[in-house]
Structures are given as C-alpha cells and as structure tokens.
C-alpha cells in the first residue's frame, strides 16, 4: 500500500505564495508522474499540474504563470510552489501519484485566498 501526506495549505492573501508538499511512503519500487487537482467549493475537481518521472512537466492554463511544480525523487515527494495567489485559486488541492498502472492519491490540503 502506499500513503500519501500533503501539507504546506493555509491562509494566505491575495498576491502572497503558498508551498505545497505530498511525499508517499510504503511499498514505493519507482514513482512514475506525479501531481496536483484541486476542488474549488460547488466546482469539480480539476487538473492542476503534473511532473513525468523524466521531469517534463505541465500546468493547466489558469495557473501557468504561477504555478511551479518539481518532484525530489531521493525523498518520493513532489511540490507546488504558487505564487501571486488569486481569490480563485481557493481549493482543497490533492497531490497524486503514479505506481505501475495505478493512481494514488492524498487526502487533500486546503488553500485559501482571502483577504
């Protein structure tokens, strides 16, 4: 089984930064992507950002220009760095893993933007 803990999510002004970190533990041989949704209140969830366990990355559109995500493979934890934070960009944000042919994911962490 693997386990997956998020954590950098909080309260933060508009325009500030936030760091979000997820590292899995247990039965890891090699993480293949790893990566970010979010659920915004009253919305679905959607795609924030992936890494390829080669390091290619992408963001989704809304987010691209502030949005960093990296991956530290010595620790199986993969980051998100936002910054100049947006009211919208309100979320519980789920970090995921891939491993063989299966997706893992955390339990989420909230990010709120408010001023």
């Known amino acids: 089984q693997v386990h997956l803990v998020e954590s950098g999510g909080g309260l933060v002004q508009p325009g500030g930064s936030l760091r979000l970190s997820c590292a899995a533990s247990?039965?890891?041989?090699?993480?293949?992507?790893m990566g970010w949704h979010r659920q915004a209140p009253g919305k679905q969830r959607e795609w924030v950002a992936t890494?390829?366990?080669?390091?290619?990355?992408d963001t989704t559109d809304s987010v691209k220009d502030r949005v960093t995500i990296s991956r530290d493979d010595a620790k199986n934890t993969v980051f998100l760095q936002m910054n100049s934070l947006k009211l919208e960009d309100t979320a519980v944000y789920y970090c995921?893993?891939?491993?063989?042919?299966?997706?893992?994911w955390g339990q989420g962490t909230q990010v709120t933007v408010s001023s």
């Open positions: 247990g039965n890891i041989v090699s993480i293949g992507a």
């Open positions: 890494i390829t366990g080669r390091g290619n990355t």
């Open positions: 995921f893993v891939q491993l063989g042919g299966n997706i893992f």
